[in-house]
T-cell receptor
Framework: DAGVIQSPRHEVTEMGQEVTLRCKPISGHDYLFWYRQTMMRGLELLIYFNNNVPIDDSGMPEDRFSAKMPNASFSTLKIQPSEPRDSAVYFC??????????????FGPGTRLTVL | AQKITQTQPGMFVQEKEAVTLDCTYDTSDPSYGLFWYKQPSSGEMIFLIY??????QNATEGRYSLNFQKARKSANLVISASQLGDSAMYFC??????????????FGSGTRLQVQP
């Protein structure tokens, strides 16, 4: 089975430009997570979806960030306008609800975003 | 307050020796889960091991084991017989409210492990 797929793997853009990050979760997984990793703040949750519905977006930094999940196999994270402080690695992860307590999250390879 | 604390920014270990990576957590929720992830230099996040708050026994997965001390709120990762390929960043993470269905993970700041030949 293919793992979580993210594109692009690297993105370099200029301040003020719109950036769209894409994620395809593992087939059959009904939870999708967006995390951001920076040296200063570490790994932090931005938003997560269950069955395509946003459940918790409290980690989304500000209105410049938006995330959508139009169907079970695709999600986007958009930054408009981008700023240099948005430079980070953005991870998408997915997990499957199943009997028992734990559901490990499977991470994609990440998108390294650089905003100049 | 930090929910997940990893006090060791960096650790060194000799190949074939065991190493313990520390993790303490803070939660008032009786139902929670603790995870360890490995992040090699290539950047991907690899799930290693899980411990549930209600689990009676410490979790083990191959060379990885979790020293879970609930009263002390610690969940230390033990790697036995270290290998050069174990050199990576290691993150401890917690999921609170497993009874309520909350799914997001809170991560610690990580420990960089370097295995020396």
């Amino acid at each position: 089975d293919a793992g979580v797929i993210q594109s692009p793997r690297h993105e370099v853009t200029e301040m003020g430009q719109e950036v769209t990050l894409r994620c395809k979760p593992i087939s059959g997984h009904d939870y999708l997570f967006w995390y951001r990793q920076t040296m200063m703040r570490g790994l932090e949750l931005l938003i997560y979806f269950n069955n395509n519905v946003p459940i918790d977006d409290s980690g989304m930094p500000e209105d410049r960030f938006s995330a959508k999940m139009p169907n079970a196999s695709f999600s986007t994270l958009k930054i408009q306008p981008s700023e240099p402080r948005d430079s980070a690695v953005y991870f998408c992860a997915s997990s499957r609800r199943r009997a028992g307590i734990y559901n490990e999250q499977f991470f994609g390879p990440g998108t390294r975003l650089t905003v100049l | 307050a930090q929910k997940i604390t990893q006090t060791q920014p960096g650790m060194f270990v000799q190949e074939k020796e065991a190493v313990t990576l520390d993790c303490t957590y803070d939660t008032s929720d009786p139902s929670y889960g603790l995870f360890w992830y490995k992040q090699p230099s290539s950047g991907e996040m690899i799930f290693l091991i899980y411990q549930g708050s209600y689990d009676q026994q410490n979790a083990t997965e191959g060379r990885y084991s979790l020293n879970f001390q609930k009263a002390r709120k610690s969940a230390n990762l033990v790697i036995s017989a270290s290998q050069l390929g174990d050199s990576a960043m290691y993150f401890c993470a917690m999921r609170e409210g497993t009874d309520t269905g909350r799914r997001a993970l809170t991560f610690g700041s990580g420990t960089r492990l370097q295995v020396q030949p």
